[in-house]
């Protein structure tokens, strides 16, 4: 009986004793965004491109950019974070068709991109190659679509 007390006594302080030390390695979790910037910029070294973007819920319409331009918008992430925007960038006698926002339930593959403080800053550049996406921490821009030619 008197060992059993014992080992649990010793069990007890070890475990109050390390308390302190797990306390001290606290996981430094970043905020959830919620509030997100969408922006496609032309940089072509045509002139004139057209972009429409849309969700299940709102048609942004049809927007003509001008080279330099850049269309945006912005939306706050629905109850259900299930918020999915598209869009179709078409020049003479290319396009492309690509999400430029998703939900992500098992990566933060975009929000890690797009993280701009805590709002999402989604920067797409529109370039003759094909659309890239800017990675905000790293300052860097990566080709994520490549142009699909209509001839």
Avoid at 88 to 98: A, E, H, L, W
Avoid at 109 to 114: E, G, M, Q, T, V
Avoid at 135 to 146: G, M, P, Q, S, V
Wanted: proline share 3%.
């Amino acid at each position: 009986m008197i060992r059993n007390v014992a080992a649990l006594l010793l069990v007890t302080v070890g475990l109050v004793g390390a308390q302190p030390e797990v306390e001290s390695q606290k996981i430094n979790i970043q905020p959830l965004i919620s509030k997100y910037y969408i922006h496609l910029i032309n940089d072509l070294s045509i002139p004139d491109m057209t972009v429409h973007c849309k969700s299940d819920d709102d048609d942004l319409g049809i927007h003509h950019l001008q080279k330099g331009e850049d269309y945006q918008f912005n939306f706050k992430l629905n109850f259900w974070k299930t918020t999915l925007f598209w869009c179709r960038v078409d020049r003479p006698n290319k396009y492309i068709s690509f999400e430029c926002f998703w939900p992500e339930r098992k990566s933060s593959w975009l929000r890690d991109r797009c993280r701009d403080g805590d709002v999402g800053t989604c920067i797409w550049k529109i370039k003759d190659d094909g659309i890239y996406l800017r990675f905000n921490a790293a300052n860097t821009e990566e080709l994520i679509h490549k142009w699909i030619i209509t001839r």
